[in-house]
Nanobody, 124 residues
Framework: VQVAESGGGSVQVGGSLTLSCEIS????????IGWFRQAPGKEREKVAI???????SYEDSVEGRFTIAADSAKKHVTLEMTSLKFEEAGTYYC???????????????????WGKGTLVTVST
């Protein structure tokens, strides 16, 4: 399984950016795809997850500002980010997991396949 992110870049505080994730063929029936963020010197944190049943969850601080979406096959997943904050800069990763999705107490949040990440810089 290959996971590849794109769309990172520089944006000013309050600006918007949309990230994309392309996922190769995978054979799971129940799975999730998530976006995670890691700032320099900080732990990786979950941002948003979409499940195979189309249910979605967001980290509290991004609720209402970020939107995760996927095509019907969930091979193309986007993260639309608006009203970006300075502290939301970092490397954003896309990951695929099954069946343990985004569980913080598990190594790598229980996600099985990770992309290399795309860098988002937020400037004042």
């Amino acid at each position: 399984v290959q996971v590849a992110e794109s769309g990172g870049g520089s944006v000013q505080v309050g600006g918007s950016l949309t990230l994309s994730c392309e996922i190769s063929e995978f054979g799971h029936n129940k799975y999730c795809i998530g976006w995670f963020r890691q700032a320099p010197g900080k732990e990786r944190e979950k941002v948003a997850i979409i499940h195979s049943d189309d249910s979605i969850s967001y980290e509290d601080s991004v609720e209402g500002r970020f939107t995760i979406a996927a095509d019907s096959a969930k091979k193309h997943v986007t993260l639309e980010m608006t009203s970006l904050k300075f502290e939301e800069a970092g490397t954003y990763y896309c990951a695929l997991g099954s069946p343990y999705c985004g569980r913080k107490h598990l190594p790598n949040y229980g996600m099985d396949y990770w992309g290399k990440g795309t860098l988002v810089t937020v400037s004042t």
